[in-house]
């Protein structure tokens, strides 16, 4: 009878071992938090204690946390923006071409410059948030078309309260970049539609006379806005 229990004690003893070693491995392959979470509940199953290979976790741990920092410093460098077409915008809206803008420095990831200055995106305006903002919205939608078929797209585009966060000086340039905009929009694809929500009456005034100027045009060329 003690000779059958010390075999099964050794065969329990070698299923453990070998469920220690696969789990080994899996924890190396581990991709992220989940998958070692569910590596450990593996684990419990087969009766292996987490004190057994808790080295080995933090180990996995720490190399997940590596991988999902360096994907996330790849994607961030990788990550292709218009550059020259925000700073084009941006330069549309301000009349200057250093106002505020956006570099891509040496290290290959972007900053911010006010009036030539490097700052950090907590340091600028919210007005300068929300006009870089509209700026990369509208070179987003666009991303990956020819410059001749831009905005040539259906869209249903829904801009609210564009204008509210910007002082008198900036609004006229806000407002002639949302107007250059739509037009560019509309004229583009005649099934396009745009609404623009605003608080402020001077606001949907000088929208409404934009966009009686932009149907205007669109009659002209034949096209409906």
Same mark, same amino acid.
């Not at 009878?1 to 899996?26: H, P, R």
């Not at 040496?106 to 006010?114: G, P």
């Not at 995106?121 to 870089?132: F, H, Q, V």
């Given at each position: 009878?003690?000779?059958?229990?010390?075999?099964?004690?050794?065969?329990?003893?070698?299923?453990?071992?070998?469920?220690?070693?696969?789990?080994?491995?899996?924890?190396?392959?581990?991709?992220?938090?989940?998958?070692?979470?569910?590596?450990?509940?593996?684990?419990? #199953?087969?009766?292996?204690?987490?004190?057994?290979?808790?080295?080995?976790?933090?180990?996995?741990?720490?190399? /997940?946390?590596?991988?999902?920092?360096k994907e996330l410093d790849d994607q961030r460098k990788n990550y292709k923006?218009?550059?020259?077409?925000?700073?084009?915008? +941006?330069?549309?809206?301000?009349?200057? #071409?250093?106002?505020?803008?956006?570099?891509?420095?040496?290290?290959?990831?972007?900053? +911010?410059? /006010?009036?030539?200055?490097?700052?950090?995106?907590? #340091?600028?305006?919210?007005?300068?948030?929300?006009?870089?903002?509209?700026?990369?919205?509208?070179?987003?939608?666009?991303?990956?078309?020819?410059?001749?078929?831009?905005?040539?797209?259906?869209?249903? +585009?829904?801009?609210?309260?564009?204008?509210?966060?910007? !002082?008198?000086?900036?609004?006229?340039?806000?407002?002639?970049?949302?107007?250059?905009?739509?037009?560019?929009? +509309?004229?583009?694809?005649?099934?396009? #539609?745009?609404?623009?929500?605003?608080? !402020?009456?001077?606001?949907?005034?000088?929208l409404q006379k934009a966009m009686d100027e932009i149907a205007s045009a669109?009659?002209?060329?034949?096209?409906?806005?």
């Amino acid at each position: 009878k003690n000779k059958i229990i010390t075999v099964e004690t050794q065969e329990k003893n070698k299923k453990e071992e070998f469920y220690k070693e696969c789990l080994k491995a899996d924890i190396k392959e581990c991709k992220n938090e989940k998958e070692v979470q569910k590596a450990n509940l593996i684990a419990e #199953k087969h009766g292996i204690k987490y004190s057994d290979i808790s080295d080995l976790y933090s180990e996995a741990e720490e190399l /997940v946390k590596k991988k999902e920092q360096k994907e996330l410093d790849d994607q961030r460098k990788n990550y292709k923006l218009a550059v020259d077409q925000i700073n084009q915008s +941006l330069s549309y809206i301000y009349f200057s #071409k250093t106002r505020f803008e956006v570099v891509l420095e040496s290290d290959q990831l972007y900053h +911010l410059k /006010v009036n030539g200055m490097p700052v950090t995106p907590d #340091k600028i305006s919210c007005g300068e948030r929300n006009a870089l903002a509209l700026c990369y919205f509208f070179t987003e939608i666009a991303r990956e078309t020819d410059f001749d078929k831009m905005y040539s797209s259906e869209f249903l +585009l829904v801009i609210d309260d564009p204008v509210s966060s910007f !002082d008198m000086e900036n609004r006229v340039g806000i407002l002639s970049f949302l107007r250059f905009k739509i037009n560019q929009i +509309l004229s583009s694809c005649v099934t396009s #539609k745009i609404l623009v929500m605003t608080h !402020d009456l001077s606001v949907l005034f000088d929208l409404q006379k934009a966009m009686d100027e932009i149907a205007s045009a669109c009659a002209a060329n034949r096209k409906n806005a």
